[in-house]
C-alpha cells in the first residue's frame, strides 16, 4: 500500500476527513471524524492478521517518541508495535529513567522532545492536562495515551472499532459503561466517542465513584448495578482506580464485587448477546469474575487489545500525512 493511495486532503463533499493536529481528546471530535478513524483502522486489522506483519513504510525515517510517566502494559506495546509496523524508529522514554525524577519541569522535558525532532510524541501522564500543555509546546503531532483521569482517545477508538464490529453498528446500541467511573480516563473518553456516535450510555456504580453532574455528558446514571445492566448490548467494566483514590471510596474489595462484580448470573440481567468489554488491567474478583472474562462467546478483552494495534496504527498515519506531504490538517 503506498501513500498514493491515502485519502485526499479535503472529501468531495469539501469536508476535511480529520483536521487536527493532535489527538489530545475525543473531546472536540466531530462523529464523522471519529468514523474516519475507525474507517482508516480496518485495513490495518485484516493486514495484522496476516502472515506478514510489516505490510508498510509509510512511516520510514520518522522518529515516534513514546514518553510514558506512567506504568503501561498494552498501550505502550501497541504504540511501539504500530510504530514499528508503519516503519518508523521508535524509541520509549520511560519515567524511572527520566530527568522527571530528578525535577525537571514539564515545560522542559516537553522543550528536550522537541529539540530532539521527534516527527510524533505519544504522551502518558498521571495529571490530567499535561498532554495538552506539552502538545502547545512541540512542533510535532502529540497523541494522548491517557493523561490522569482526563481523557484515553486511543482506548476510547479501539474500544469503538470493538463493538462496531461485533455488532455492526454503534448507533442505538446501549452501552453500560460500569464500575469506577469517577477516576477513569476510559469512562470519560468512552462517553464522548460512543454518545457521538449514537449509542446510549449508562453509566453504573456506587455513588461515591459516579461523577456529580455526569448526567450532563448525555448518559443515565445507575447506583443499581441490576438496574443498569437490564437489556444492555454492550458491558464495560473498569477497574478500580486505587492510585488516584484518596481514602476510601469503596469499604472493601469483597463487598464491592458483590454488589458491582459483574459474575454469570448479574450478566443475565443484560441483552442475551451482550458483549463484555474491559480495557485492562483486569482485577479478577474484584470488578469482574474470570468466568466471565475468559469466555470467549461473550467477552471481547483480547479483541480490543488487537483493535488497538490497528487503531494506533492509523492514528499515526493520519496524524503524519501533513508532515510526509500527503494530506492532513
Ligand atoms: N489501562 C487503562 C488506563 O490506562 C485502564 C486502567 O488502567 O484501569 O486508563
Known sequence: MSDAAAPARVRPDGVHPFPHRHLTGIYGLHPHEIAFLLDEAEQWVALNRGAAKKHDDRLAGLTLINAFFENSTRTLLSFEIAGKRLGADVVNMMVAASSVKKGETLIDTAMTLNAMRADMIVIRHDASGAVQLIADKVDCPVLNAGDGRHEHPTQALLDALTIRRRKGRIAGLTVAICGDVLHSRVARSNILALTALGAEVRVVG???????????????????FDAGLDGADVVMMLRLQRERMEGGFVPSSREYHTLYGL???????????????????????????????????????????????????????????????????
Open 206 to 224: 456506587p455513588p461515591t465513584l459516579l461523577p456529580a453532574a455526569i448526567e450532563q455528558m448525555g448518559v443515565a446514571r445507575f447506583t443499581d
Open 263 to 329: 459474575t454469570p448470573e448479574r450478566l443475565k440481567r443484560a441483552a442475551p448477546d451482550a458483549l463484555v468489554m474491559h480495557p485492562g488491567p483486569m482485577t479478577r474478583g474484584v470488578e469482574i469474575a474470570s468466568s466471565v472474562a475468559d469466555d470467549l462467546d461473550r467477552s471481547a478483552v483480547t479483541e480490543q487489545v488487537e483493535m488497538g494495534v490497528a487503531v494506533r496504527m492509523a492514528c499515526l498515519d493520519v496524524l503524519t500525512r501533513a508532515r510526509r506531504g500527503v494530506g492532513g490538517w
